[in-house]
């Protein structure tokens, strides 16, 4: 299993940016599909956006697409989440997760958290005015 490390996480107005790191350790990071997702208080865990790691096929839920863009750079075991465009529904803990199914789609992925077998501690996003 991989170690996640998130940072990058913080307070910003609506309309702003911010991007998420994922640090990962541990053998065959490129063998893993990667993903992030979010919590809010009192609401589910929903995946925000995920990454195959055969041709680095992406999923987006669509309520960030065209606003959020996820990449990877296995040669630094790293995967951001760069989100433009931010707002106030955008506020929740945003974990980074790696799962192993190089058989399942990414969208099903990304639809059930079960897939993804590490995780890491979160970090808070808050979008406010």
């Known amino acids: 299993q991989l170690q996640l490390v998130e940072s990058g996480g913080g307070s910003m107005q609506p309309g702003g940016s911010l991007r998420l790191s994922c640090a990962a350790s541990?053998?065959?990071?490129?063998?893993?599909?990667i993903g992030w997702f979010r919590q809010a208080p009192g609401k589910e865990r929903e995946g925000v956006s995920c990454?195959?790691?055969?041709?680095?096929?992406?999923y987006y839920v669509d309520s960030v697409k065209g606003r959020f863009t996820i990449s990877r750079d296995n040669a630094k075991k790293m995967v951001y989440l760069q989100m433009n465009s931010l707002k106030s529904e955008d506020t929740a803990v945003y974990y980074c997760?790696?799962?192993?199914?190089?058989?399942?789609?990414?969208?099903?992925?990304?639809?059930?958290?079960?897939?993804?077998?590490?995780w890491g501690q979160g970090t808070q996003v808050t979008v406010a005015s």
């Open positions: 997760a790696a799962g192993f199914n190089p058989f399942t789609a990414i969208q099903s992925m990304c639809a059930l958290s079960k897939f993804f077998t590490s």
């Open positions: 990454i195959n790691s055969r041709d680095d096929t992406t």
């Open positions: 541990g053998l065959a990071f490129d063998h893993y599909a």
